[in-house]
């Protein structure tokens, strides 16, 4: 089927003095403008994986810190994410703030957070998420849905009278950036890009990119 949508973007524009030295530091400001503009779900973003068998595959998990080391995000570690950056540890993310025109691209490498870190934070989630980390073996075949609720029901009973440990299958990764893209919708298709590039372990070299 031939699709005839088409917008013309006219939210914006990036220029070279518009952009912060620190690649973190423009991150951090379009993600406080993704949040003041309600953008759904800003943490939102796309994982691209590929394993040994150089078939790549893309989904959607949440950001929940940043900082200058990089981007974390959580998961079972025997999840097929996992298995993909055990084999090969190059990823790409991407946040689609398509209400703003607005894209980041982030190419990098996924390592393993501290056991420390991971249990940080998997203290501050709600207690059924916390239940849920337990109960589902992540990308398993499963028959029916009640397998499901009958783990979810064996947790509850297990955890029932204290708190919920952290699991050893379960924590988080940290993607470290090779460059991060920042693209602005534009009139015409003339998108604004640009490119912070590493250079070093602080230095950023910043280009624009043709659209």
């Known amino acids: 089927m031939k699709i005839e949508s088409r917008s013309e973007y006219t939210h914006g524009e990036l220029d070279r003095p518009?952009?912060?030295e620190s690649p973190f530091e423009q991150f951090a400001l379009w993600f406080q403008?993704?949040?003041?503009?309600?953008?759904?779900?800003?943490?939102?973003?796309?994982?691209?994986?590929t394993g040994a068998d150089q078939r790549p595959l893309v989904r959607t998990?949440?950001?929940?810190?940043?900082?200058?080391?990089?981007?974390v995000f959580f998961?079972?570690?025997?999840s097929r994410k996992a298995r993909q950056i055990a084999e090969n540890a190059h990823v790409c993310l991407l946040f689609p703030w398509l209400a703003l025109e607005r894209q980041v691209i982030i190419r990098g490498t996924a390592e393993k957070v501290s056991t420390a870190e991971s249990l940080a934070y998997f203290v501050t989630r709600p207690r059924g998420?916390?239940?849920?980390?337990?109960?589902?073996?992540q990308s398993s075949v499963i028959t029916t849905r009640s397998l499901l609720e009958q783990k979810w029901?064996?947790?509850?009973?297990?955890?029932?009278?204290?708190?919920v440990p952290l699991p050893s299958f379960w924590g988080g990764y940290r993607v470290v950036p090779v460059d991060i893209e920042f693209w602005q919708g534009r009139p015409s298709r003339l998108h604004d890009r640009f490119l912070y590039s590493r250079e070093g372990d602080s230095a950023w070299r910043i280009d624009r990119l043709a659209p």
């Open 75 to 78: 998961t079972n570690f025997e």
């Open 153 to 163: 029901e064996e947790m509850k009973r297990k955890f029932a009278e204290g708190h």
């Open 61 to 71: 998990v949440l950001l929940k810190s940043y900082d200058e080391r990089g981007f």
């Open 129 to 137: 998420s916390q239940l849920g980390a337990w109960v589902s073996a």
């Open 18 to 20: 518009m952009l912060k």
């Open 33 to 49: 403008q993704a949040m003041e503009a309600k953008v759904i779900e800003p943490n939102a973003m796309s994982l691209a994986t």
